[in-house]
């Protein structure tokens, strides 16, 4: 089938794959067919004139009419749109559906004759920069990349630990942030919890960057900036160093749940934000709900994992057995075989010898809490 664009017709695409190739002249077709034979997960759409016959076996798209028409489709279909068209060409027809930098795809330009790659839109938090080495590795082209951060190899401010699922606390201070990252001026990393292994480079740390374990210590030192990795909510008299400083939640809370059968999600939740909060920890750093297998199939458990996008992990008696625990009860082990569910459920997940809260019972829940250490 042929999409025919025209002006304010909606176009229906055939979406299989999460990325789109975009071609419009002859030898950019060429490029991009053999593109989308390397690269998986591509659908690929061209000009109905360059019609080779075998378009629907290889699940090509072809249009007919300006390819301006078919962008505002494709943005909304796509995590990443590449296109063998001219630079400002490119530049011109994405002008006007622009949004903003955490929704919009990544997007990159190829030349015609594939010597270079370059990432045109959304580099960081789209993935066009990583996309651009990619697509240039299977072509054997030359990436373009011209974020600061990624020139002079340090830290991408708005990329911080995501590839451990770090999450900022606000975007307000993103771009000050890495603008003194990137001028080389004093910036304080204060990690208190989390993956260490964030610096990728081979080469050390720039010496404008100091690392510190604690807050007091790193405003000691006056920074101009600070990346802040913790997942404690932050006392009053700590948070004069989020002025210039971006706030990250490493995934490192875990929740070891027991609770009676068909305990509503609504108190599960209740009990799992009372007890976050009496600890002064963040919500968005837990990473897990642990409970025995016995509850694997317990709604409000499921509902309550489900709504924040956490893991839920059941284990055997058998398991929770083998963890030395403070307070063995006989009633648990009468019920279900174990001497206790939430304790020994968050130490076993999270390999923690200590716990943050030790067993807590309230209503029809029974709430342990450890912390991953890294």
């Known amino acids: 089938m042929t999409l025919v664009l025209e002006e304010g017709k909606k176009v229906e695409l055939d979406r299989k794959g999460s990325f789109a190739i975009v071609a419009i002249t002859k030898h950019g077709v060429e ?11 591509s659908d690929l759409f061209y000009m109905s004139k360059f019609e080779r016959g075998d378009e629907h076996r290889r699940h090509i798209q072809l249009f007919e009419g300006n390819v301006r028409l078919l962008l505002p489709s494709l943005f909304q279909s796509y995590k990443g749109i590449i296109m063998i068209v001219s630079l400002g060409a490119v530049v011109r027809m994405i002008a006007p559906i622009l949004k903003d930098k ?14 270079h790659v370059i990432s ?24 373009v990349i011209t974020t600061a951060s990624d020139v002079q190899q340090t830290i991408a401010v708005d ?42 480079y081979k080469h050390p740390l720039p010496e404008s960057i100091k690392v510190y374990s604690t807050i007091e210590d790193a405003m000691k030192a006056k920074p101009r900036a600070a990346l802040v990795v913790t997942h404690r909510n932050l006392k009053n008299t700590e948070k004069d160093i989020l002025k210039n400083g971006v706030l990250y939640r490493p995934k490192v809370i875990v929740l070891g749940v027991g609770c009676n059968r068909g305990t509503s999600t609504e108190e599960i939740e209740q009990v ?43 284990y055997s008696a058998k398991e929770l057995n083998r963890m030395s625990i403070q307070d063995p009860s006989e009633t ?33 829940v029974t709430i342990s809490v450890a912390i991953i250490p890294y």
Request: glycine share 8%; with cysteine; hydrophobic share 40%.
């Open 159 to 200: 990329l911080f630990g995501s590839r451990f699922g770090w999450e900022w606390e606000s975007a307000k201070n993103l771009t000050p942030v890495s603008a003194s990252v990137v001028n080389e001026e004093q910036v304080a990393v204060v990690q208190e919890s989390g993956e260490k292994e964030w610096w990728h």
């Open 272 to 314: 799992i934000q009372q007890t976050l909060n009496e600890l002064k920890f963040s919500i968005k750093s837990v990473k897990a709900i642990c409970s025995i297998d016995l509850k694997k199939d317990e709604e409000g458990l499921l509902a309550v994992a489900h709504k924040y996008n956490w893991e839920f992990i059941c």
């Open 102 to 115: 955490k929704t919009d795809p990544a997007v990159l330009v190829i030349d015609d004759k594939g010597e």
């Open 120 to 143: 045109v839109l959304s580099g960081h938090l789209g993935g066009a920069n990583e996309l651009t080495k990619e697509v240039a590795n299977i072509l054997d082209a030359k990436p």
């Open 31 to 41: 490029l991009a067919r053999d593109l989308n034979s390397k690269f998986h997960q």
């Open 332 to 364: 648990v082990y009468k019920f279900t075989g174990a001497y206790g569910v939430s304790e020994p459920a968050a130490m076993l997940y999270s390999g923690a010898k200590t716990l943050s809260l030790i067993k807590k019972k309230s209503g029809n």
